[in-house]
């Protein structure tokens, strides 16, 4: 029999195929076509083949099936949607619930009977073992889980949810669509995690026009730890609220004791009743409200007490303000092996292996026999395999391949990190690689554990107590230990051991898990209860993918001239002033004043910010040696020391120079000395197009029967799709009579429009060449080392990124053309214009020299392309560029 999840994503793609028509709500298929690449029509039919514009392929599906449930069900609750899908089979419909009914109640009791034993009798509900689907039963809103594996983007995917709800109920006001949305999770990792939201590119959502309304009415807040309000009015609309589960679950009021004795004081405690806080009172006043929660199995709680205590918030929101619904998210579809019954979509472990969404683990698991090894002889295994196969390891942004070790004691990881340092310094590793992290440490190693994603952070051997598990994204984590057996509870070896799973593209490196037998053990037992899977089937399960060789056909090509203005700071005059220096009488440095700053998390990522208030810091009565002044002043003003250290001593004969009067000597050696200039020079590179070795002299691409390739790994799906949409170009696939193309070979596209380009370019220049010496696509080599030609842009996050343009064409004098093809959809995305603007500005500086344009396909179709800029540059018309 089918579960309901896979009933439900089959229905969800039969009216994907139909249209998405049969609804009142026509906005949602214009929404959901959007998310398709290629801006496909109402009547066009969208397989699991096509690609998509942003959301990953299980994002996208779990979305799709929400919003069947939605609009095409009426949002029921989750027992009524099992009677729509298994009604009229008694049996068939209990089995489905999970619930063990015997013969003698299959024939004589209804379903609505055995329901109702199911929600109000708690002697069968623990004798049948149903407490996941009683306490699903029991719930008066629809409640809906939506289980994907870690990984694959749960974040992204409450955030696009709360995206179309709020579109939908700006474009149907009186329709049961969210107005509000609140999002909780437990704990302050999992919170972190989700202030993605607020950097969420919407507008790859939502179409353009529903998408300026929905970002000029959206308001995100992160409610502050000491915060016992929050911002947002009371009934207005449109809020998106991120916290944490302790900050708006039903409290007991607190009880003074007074006088009372221990009896009296203990039966006014049990006749107080749970009271609500400020900010859940705020959060009851908001209308059309949804809530999602994050990490969902944490409400079923470690403990019945938990669980009633999350609920209960909940459904005293819902007493409140009407929930429209209540969105769970969740790694698994099990509660101690029980199968949560609200689960309407479910994407496991092995299906994000698979579709190398998860990095893989095949043959990735390796097992220690602590009582038939010593600890040492262990460590010196581990440490040596880790960076034999990840030494040069890192991600396409330069990040380097990481290890995490989990730890339970201080003891241990005390004793442990000798034994971890000794290891490395046999293989020649410096100790200064390592990183510890747990409830003790300082700022300076948090912010350096933070930050271990960055590409220039050098620490790679992670010791961890009690951090880096649940919540926890590092994709640069490509292996993890835990040696010695671990804390049985709350699926922390679970958590753990498949940190290191997280993927990005472009990384073609597996994963590595170290365990001893007792942990490989509870893995075992953990993955079971949580994912219905074992070691060995997630340890068999590879990532579908394909290699596709790319041979270097020429590599001799014309080097592009790029000129760049750089600023340097110089001496205006050509001789140094000697100093003079006059001792202070009177003036004093002024006072130190510290900031009082507090803790904003408006934004992406919380911040310091400053609350306008300073407070004096008491002056001291310190002093400074000569020596060590004349040191400061002649390093900072790049003088000579001695003459400085001369003038000193002239002042201050017993050598100790207050500090008070310090400020004043650097300011008159400022004043006499601060006679610089910026000035700006041209410097001109020559860009490679293809660079075959670095500058040690290495080879950058392997060989192959004599020639160099560059290898391309990628999953089979994008495999299937390139292949059936042509986007491999090789030689014999395009007339190339002059040789100006191909300088590998296939080419590599990315879309339909870049093919199309390039077709009717090549086409136009076979017959009427020009001054072209060569037309190349230059978009598929993406790779720094390899090639010279890219950008720097700067980014939505603040931070620099390559750009490599798709196509160059070079006119026999040096002059070239970069051409950039996106689709029309693309013309104000503020990536592709930050990538422009960076181009632009070089080319303002020598506009001669080389052109830039966009090529935007128009949605109708590829074919009508328009090839005006390129011609008009080609041929020398008089044409605007």
């Known amino acids: 029999m089918s579960a309901l999840f896979e009933k439900l994503k089959k229905d969800a793609l039969d009216w994907r195929m139909s249209g998405y028509g049969g609804t009142d709500f026509p906005l949602i298929g214009e929404i959901l076509r959007w998310q398709f690449d290629g801006d496909p029509g109402p009547g066009e039919a969208l397989d699991d083949g096509v690609p998509l514009k942003y959301l990953r392929q299980p994002q996208f599906q779990a979305l799709e099936v929400y919003w069947f449930v939605r609009v095409c069900k009426n949002t029921p609750h989750v027992v009524d949607l099992y009677k729509d899908y298994y009604g009229g089979d008694k049996e068939g419909f209990f089995n489905a619930l999970g619930v063990p009914v015997s013969r003698d109640a299959l024939e004589y009791a209804t379903e609505d009977q055995i329901l109702d034993r199911v929600k109000t009798d708690l002697d069968f509900v623990k004798d049948k073992k149903i407490h996941a689907l009683h306490e699903a039963a029991i719930l008066n809103y629809p409640s809906y889980i939506l289980a994907l594996a870690m990984g694959a983007g749960k974040t992204v995917l409450i955030g696009a949810i709360i995206a179309t709800e709020f579109a939908m109920s700006l474009r149907y006001p009186k329709g049961n669509f969210m107005k509000n949305a609140l999002v909780f999770a437990p704990g302050t990792t999992i ?44 009934g207005s609309l449109y809020n998106l609220i991120v916290t944490n589960t302790e900050k708006i679950q039903l409290r007991a009021k ?69 929930l429209v619904a209540v969105i769970n998210t969740t790694g698994t579809p099990y509660y101690k092996k029980q199968s949560l019954k609200e689960v309407i979509f479910w994407y496991g472990l092995g299906d994000g292996i698979k579709d190398n969404i998860l990095k893989s683990l095949n043959e990735g698991f390796r097992q220690y026999n602590m009582s038939e090894q010593s600890d040492g002889a262990v460590f010196d295994d581990v440490i040596r395999e880790f960076f034999t196969t990840y030494g040069d390891v890192a991600l396409p942004d330069g990040a380097k391949a990481k290890i995490a070790f989990y730890f339970k004691t201080q003891e241990h990881l005390d004793e442990s990190r000798r034994l971890i340092e000794r290891a490395m310094a046999k293989i020649n590793q410096d100790a200064s690689q390592i990183l510890v992290n747990t409830q003790k ?124 203005i750089i600023k340097r700071v110089v001496r205006a005059g050509k001789t140094r002033r000697k100093i003079k220096l006059d001792k202070p009488r009177g003036k004093e440095m002024p006072p130190a004043l510290a900031s009082v700053l507090t803790p904003d998390f408006s934004g992406p990522r919380g911040i310091l910010m400053p609350t306008g208030e300073t407070k004096e810091l008491p002056a001291g009565k310190e002093t400074t040696g000569c020596h060590a002044a004349a040191w400061k002043i002649a390093a900072k003003y790049h003088l000579p020391g001695m003459p400085v250290l001369k003038c000193l001593r002239g002042l201050y004969p017993r050598g100790e120079i207050p500090n008070s009067d310090l400020y004043e000597l650097f300011q008159q050696v400022e004043d006499q000395q601060a006679d610089y200039k910026t000035v700006e020079e041209k410097v001109t590179d020559a860009l490679a197009l293809i660079r075959t070795h670095d500058e040690d002299g ?73 001054e072209v010496k060569e037309f190349l696509f230059t978009g598929g080599l993406t790779d720094p080392k390899k090639t010279d030609f890219h950008f720097e842009y700067l980014g939505r996050d ?84």
């Open 191 to 234: 919170i972190e995690s989700l202030r993605e939201l607020s950097g969420m590119p919407f507008e790859k959502i939502l179409p353009s026009k529903w998408h300026q309304n929905f970002a000029a009415n959206l308001k995100i807040e992160y409610p502050r730890t000491k915060q016992k309000d929050i911002q947002a009015l009371g």
């Open 254 to 322: 607190t009880v003074r004791r007074g006088k009372l004795d221990a009896i009296n004081f203990a039966e006014k405690e049990k006749r107080v009743a749970l009271e609500s806080n400020l900010r859940l009172q705020k959060i009851c006043g908001l209308p059309g409200l949804g809530i999602f929660s994050d990490e969902a199995h944490h409400t079923y709680g470690n403990t019945f007490d938990e669980l009633k205590r999350v609920r209960e918030t909940i459904n005293h929101i819902h007493e409140q303000t009407p």
């Open 441 to 564: 440490s300082i700022a300076k190693d948090i912010e350096e554990f933070q930050r271990l994603n960055d590409p220039g952070n050098q620490k790679r051997v992670i010791l961890l107590i009690g951090k880096g598990v649940e919540g926890w994204n590092c994709p640069s984590l490509f292996a993890c230990a835990l040696i010695k057996e671990q804390t049985r509870s709350n699926n922390y070896i679970l958590q753990a051991a498949t940190r290191c799973l997280r993927q990005v593209p472009g990384n073609t490196h597996s994963a590595r898990i170290f365990l001893d037998a007792d942990n490989i053990e509870i893995l075992n037992k953990e993955l079971e209860n949580n994912f219905g899977t074992t070691l060995m089937l997630i340890g068999g399960t590879e990532t579908a993918t394909r290699t596709v060789t790319i041979k270097i056909r020429k590599v001799k090509l014309p080097k592009l001239d790029i000129t760049r």
């Open 698 to 770: 290495r080879a950058l691409f392997d060989e192959e029967n004599g020639a160099r390739v560059h290898r391309l790994r990628m999953s089979q799906g994008a495999f299937d799709r390139m292949k059936q949409k042509d986007l491999f170009a090789g030689r014999k696939d395009y007339a190339d009579k002059g040789d100006i193309s191909f300088h590998y070979s296939p080419y590599n596209f990315d879309s339909e429009p870049e093919r199309e380009f390039f077709r009717k370019v090549l086409a136009m220049l076979n017959i009427t060449p020009g």
């Open 798 to 881: 603040g931070r620099y990124h390559d750009y490599f343009p798709d196509f160059v064409l070079v006119k026999k004098t040096g002059e070239y053309f970069i051409v950039e093809v996106k689709a029309e959809r693309d013309r104000d995305d503020a990536t592709v214009q930050a990538k422009a603007k960076a181009v632009e500005e070089l080319r303002e500086i020598q506009p001669k020299q080389f052109k830039y344009n966009i090529v935007y396909a128009p949605a109708h179709g590829v074919a009508d392309i328009d090839l005006k800029p390129v011609t008009n540059w080609l041929y020398n018309s008089n044409s605007k560029t």
